[in-house]
């Protein structure tokens, strides 16, 4: 298994352009996440899917989206990105459950926005 | 809102020290997790605590579950160099969880 794969590792956008950032697991987990990860930082979470077709913000959504079309992808879209969008960006799944279910995540995404 | 705090934000100690760090809530959870961080990589989880005063041990990292539910700590027996990286708490809400700034530890040789 692959585990939590993430694309690209880095990227510098100018204002204003979009971007996708692309996330893949192949463990069949029903959850997914985004985060973002500021530079001395905990994660705080962007957005999350509970299963194919089902998405919902976390606690810093704006000036993103996402789709969850299949399982196994959860790509997160950058539209008119702006400096404060500058960080690393996290990918992680889990299997489904209230407690004590472990997230597994990705090896992230740098983006710098000049 | 809840609130999540983990002290101290840095630590820097010697080789062969102990140390202990926190993660404080205001709020009440059903488990709390706890990952380390290393440098240019993701999180990886190293245990979950579900039961108020459960204490679970991982070689030299004792980890505890406050007995509200509420907080939680991490203390590290003769630390090693290895230990180094940013350590982060997660109690968990419905559906997702919810990170802490995390303590970021340095052990020196």
């Known amino acids: 298994n692959a585990g939590v794969t993430q694309t690209p590792k880095f990227r510098i956008l100018k204002i204003g352009q979009s971007m996708t950032l692309q996330c893949a697991q192949d463990m069949n987990h029903n959850y997914m996440y985004w985060y973002r990860q500021d530079p001395g930082m905990g994660l705080k979470l962007i957005y999350y899917s509970v299963g194919a077709g089902i998405t919902d913000k976390g606690e810093v959504p704006n000036g993103y989206n996402v789709s969850r079309s299949t399982t196994e992808d959860f790509p997160l879209r950058l539209e008119l990105a702006a400096p404060s969008q500058t960080s690393v960006y996290f990918c992680?799944?889990?299997?489904?459950?209230?407690?004590?279910?472990?997230?597994?995540f990705g090896p992230g995404t740098r983006l710098t926005v000049l | 809102t809840q609130l999540l705090e983990q002290s101290p934000q840095f630590l820097s100690i010697q080789e062969g020290e102990n140390l202990t760090v926190y993660c404080n809530s205001s709020s009440v959870f059903s488990s709390l997790q706890w990952y380390r961080q290393e440098p240019g990589e993701g999180p990886v989880l190293l245990v979950t605590v579900v039961t108020g005063g459960e204490v679970k041990k991982l070689k030299r990292l004792t980890f505890q579950f406050g007995d509200a539910r509420k907080d939680s700590s991490l203390h590290i027996t003769a630390a090693q160099p290895g230990d180094t990286g940013l350590y982060l708490c997660a109690p968990r809400g419905a559906q997702k969880l919810v990170f802490g700034q995390g303590t970021r530890l340095t052990i020196n040789p």
């Open positions: 992680a799944s889990s299997p489904p459950g209230l407690v004590g279910n472990e997230q597994f």
